[in-house]
């Protein structure tokens, strides 16, 4: 088998608990993002933009919708005979079953996977952000320093930095100091958890790791700080571009938000670097009556609109009755909104049924009050539901 420069591993076995009603069924980066997309979606399309054809996909928490989402790799130009995209779960060997027990150790459980495919370094990315990113870029940065390992780093404002991995690094990028989520942290220089490895450093910093019983089998707790205090060839690569962790009501909301206007934060529109999706593919958007209107917002295929959207992203196949409101809400792919019903500050999961001139959230209300319908919901008519309630199904 032919010796990979570069392979990828995609740790999406995550629960994501505080999204809450969201990932009760499905794993975080199996959730809706962009009408259209799922959230593992970019990830995966920055590999194949990036010319690395080979992945494994960590899964563990509620792996079937996930699974069947990533099948054989083809959507993202995945499916090759020597490479391509795995989906790795956790199995029973010799020495018994083991879930993966933090980052590091999901990593260990698959070194055989890496052992196959024999590659001279190993990405290590999360499967819940949400960015473009060249990663060759990243990989000549890495050689060319003969980095140990390559943390991407971002900037983020020092007000919420205690939320990241914060380091600190000198004009040549090599990193000198880094704290896990610090009470006081020293820079704004924060860890996107996509990391760039030797392979042979990797696998001998994870088999010692799996060997302390002390360890938190963590990639920022452990292995980080251990490649620093042994003095390893530990290095910093700065990202400039937009990136966002999801893992919140609030930034996921936040996310699909900066999807709109004229010029929005963040573009699905960029023909230079294609997002590709696992989606199958639905008629056009349909405009129905002369009421049903469309401002600043995102419609996807198959949607039927006969009510009013305002600043919000509507997945594929969604239905909106005549006199409906949707405003400041992400609505996921096929749900139907009832006519007359009012929508603000809203995220409705995936086959929602909200009935006739209901009223869910309030238009006064805030990204900190987002009112959430989970998967597979019946709203009764006329129901009304207080900003920042979670509704789930029986």
Known sequence: ???????????????????????????????????????????????????????????????????????????????RKNGGAHVLAPYQAKKGARWYEGTANAIYQNIQFLNKYDSEHVLILSGDHIYKMDYSRMLAQHTETDADITIAVIDVPIEEASRFGIMSYDKNFRIFDF????????????????????????????????????????????????????????????????????????????????????????????????????????????LLTKDGSVTNSIVTEGDIISGRVVNSVIGEGVTIGEGAVVENSVVFSGSVIGAGAKLSYAIIDENVRVGENCVLGDAKSSPDKITLVGRNCEIPDGTTIASGSITEAE
């Open 179 to 286: 704290a896990e989520k610090p009470k006081e942290p020293k820079s704004n220089h924060a860890s996107m958890g996509v990391y760039l490895f030797k392979k042979d450093v990797l696998v001998r910093m994870l088999e010692e790791d799996d060997a302390d019983p002390d360890s938190e089998k963590d990639f920022g707790k452990n292995i980080i700080p251990k490649m620093l205090a042994e003095n390893m060839r530990v290095f910093a690569y700065q990202f400039d571009g937009y990136w966002k962790d999801v893992g919140t009501l609030k930034s996921l909301w936040e996310a699909n938000m900066d999807l709109l206007g004229v010029d929005p934060v963040f573009s699905l529109y960029d023909g230079t670097w294609k997002i590709y999706s696992g989606n199958d593919a639905y008629p056009p958007a349909l």
């Open 1 to 79: 088998m032919k010796k990979k420069k570069c392979v990828a591993m995609l740790l999406a076995g995550g629960q994501g608990s505080r999204l809450k009603a969201l990932t009760t069924t499905v794993a975080k980066p199996a959730v809706s993002f962009g009408g259209k997309y799922r959230i593992i979606d970019f990830p995966l399309s920055n590999c194949t933009n990036s010319g690395i054809d080979t992945v494994g996909v960590l899964t563990q928490y509620q792996p079937l919708v996930l699974n069947e989402y990533i099948g054989t790799g083809e959507s993202w130009d995945l499916d």
